[in-house]
């Protein structure tokens, strides 16, 4: 199993652009969650999904958007890029029962988002 | 908005020396989990504690639940270098839904 993959590793964007961010996994985990880390800082929530079709908003939901069409997938979406997004980008899943949180969660390689 | 809060933020020791990290919540948590990041890596899952008073142990890793459940130690026993990284605690609070992450603690052991 590949586990949580993400892409790009790294992007580097011009303020005002849009992206998309790329996870997926294949451990058919209904939970997963994006993430943004700041350096010295935690990790802060985005958005987060309980499984295909529901996705809920995190601690810091804006400037993004996110879906989830099928299991395996969660794109997150940066709809005009600016300097405070410039983040490292985590994505994570784990198996549900219920209540995502009582699991685990297995995370992806990280996405380094530089936004000039 | 509900805080999950660890300390110290940074902790440098030598080789051989023990180390603590403190997470703490000003409300109950359902579940406590410990994370681990290497310079440059992701989050590794170390351990889940879920029980009033839960001490688990890895090896020279030692994880305390508190028993109002609203604190959570980890202890490192004779520290190595492949110690270094950040320690992150993650709290589940009660029907939240979902974990709240501390800022980490930055371990750098000295050989």
């Known amino acids: 199993n590949a586990g949580v993959t993400q892409t790009p590793k790294f992007q580097v964007l011009k303020t005002g652009q849009s992206m998309t961010l790329q996870c997926a996994q294949d451990m058919n985990h209904e939970y997963m969650s994006w993430y943004r880390q700041d350096p010295g800082m935690g990790l802060r929530l985005i958005h987060y999904?309980?499984?295909?079709?529901?996705?809920d908003q995190g601690e810091v939901p804006n400037g993004y958007n996110v879906s989830r069409s099928t299991t395996e997938d969660f794109p997150l979406r940066l709809l005009s890029a600016a300097p405070s997004q410039t983040s490292v980008y985590f994505c994570?899943?784990?198996?549900?029962?219920?209540?995502?949180?009582?699991?685990?969660?297995?995370f992806g390689p990280g996405t380094r988002l530089t936004v000039l | 908005g509900q805080q999950v809060m660890q300390i110290p933020q940074y902790q440098h020791v030598q080789e051989g020396e023990d180390f603590t990290t403190y997470c703490n919540s000003s409300t109950t948590l359902s579940n406590i989990q410990w994370y681990k990041q290497r310079p440059g890596g992701h989050p590794v899952f170390l351990i889940q504690l879920v029980k009033s008073g839960e001490v688990k142990k890895q090896k020279r890793l030692t994880f305390q639940f508190g028993e109002a459940k609203k604190n959570s130690s980890l202890h490192i026993t004779a520290t190595q270098t492949t110690d270094v990284g950040t320690y992150f605690c993650?709290?589940?609070?009660?029907?939240?839904?979902?974990?709240?992450f501390g800022d980490g603690t930055t371990l750098t052991v000295k050989p």
């Open positions: 999904s309980v499984g295909a079709g529901i996705t």
């Open positions: 993650a709290g589940l609070m009660d029907h939240a839904g979902k974990s709240t």
């Open positions: 994570a899943s784990s198996y549900s029962r219920g209540l995502a949180a009582y699991n685990e969660q297995f």
